[in-house]
């Protein structure tokens, strides 16, 4: 269902061609997240990921990465999990920025963005499993950011480099004490803000298509500092939270 409704809002995509990126690269390429596996070692999704970025790296598409993602599904941070294994796989580590609030694809997408803009990037990449990179482009566009290109992930290619092996990688969990399940986390949010909680990602997705919600609704901004973590495990590279909370810290335990 997923991949179907971030269809619907793609029309014709357009996908860069990696050849002439080799000659005129990207600033930055932003890669998003998926789950870890229940016992925290990185997920099919993820090492897929990973090499994909790897391989642009290699390629020379880009110097530069944003890694999205928060403790979604379990304790482990989806984005520090892709970051390691891309720097495992070859990619220095102090080229991969890290974004690590993002809950739904809409907020890979958006907060990525953000810290591109902060980062001084223009010219950025959308690169993840085909239609996941066309719907996060569509929504990009769909937010006014002009220049945004589609590398959708080359599976064969990907593949090939799974069947040579695959380096160990370990990422530290969010302590058992602090994580919140996707749900009481949403309604966290929600009461931090005073606000409603965030529909299921179906019907965000669905509305987007149907109705061009997202573009009515602007770039999406970090609500408040991730219930889940702790100050040193903030993203840093981006400007201040939202001036709901900014104005009272005492209100963002």
Not at 45 to 71: H, K, M, N, P, Y
Not at 117 to 122: P, S
Request: hydrophobic share 40%; net charge negative.
């Amino acid at each position: 269902m997923r991949i179907v409704l971030l269809a619907l809002i793609t029309g014709c995509a357009h996908r860069a061609d990696v050849a002439s990126l080799q000659q005129d690269p990207l600033d930055v390429v932003v890669i998003p997240g998926c789950p870890n596996r229940p016992d925290g070692s990185l997920s099919g999704c993820q090492w897929q990921r990973a090499i994909w970025g790897a391989q642009l790296w290699e390629d020379g598409v880009t110097e530069a990465f944003i890694t999205s993602g928060g403790a979604v599904q379990n304790r482990w941070i989806e984005s520090e999990s892709i970051k390691a294994g891309m720097v495992a796989l070859g990619v220095p580590a102090d080229r991969i920025h890290l974004e690590t609030q993002a809950l739904h694809t809409d907020e890979n997408t958006g907060y990525a963005v953000r810290i591109a803009g902060e980062l001084g990037f223009g010219h950025i990449g959308m690169a993840s499993h085909g239609g996941q990179a066309r719907g996060m482009r569509a929504m990009a566009k769909g937010w006014g950011v002009e220049h945004v290109e589609v590398l959708p992930m080359d599976l064969p290619r990907v593949v090939s480099r799974i069947q040579d092996g695959l380096p160990e990688v370990e990422v530290e969990p969010v302590p058992a004490d602090e994580w919140m399940p996707l749900k009481e986390r949403e309604k966290e949010i929600a009461r931090r803000l005073d606000e409603r909680r965030r529909p299921p990602s179906w019907w965000v997705y669905s509305m987007g298509a149907m109705f061009g919600k997202m573009k009515r609704d602007g770039l999406p901004e970090p609500p408040v500092v991730e219930p889940t973590l702790r100050g040193e495990r903030h993203r840093v590279d981006t400007r201040p939270w939202a001036s709901k909370v900014a104005h009272d810290p005492s209100s963002v335990p």
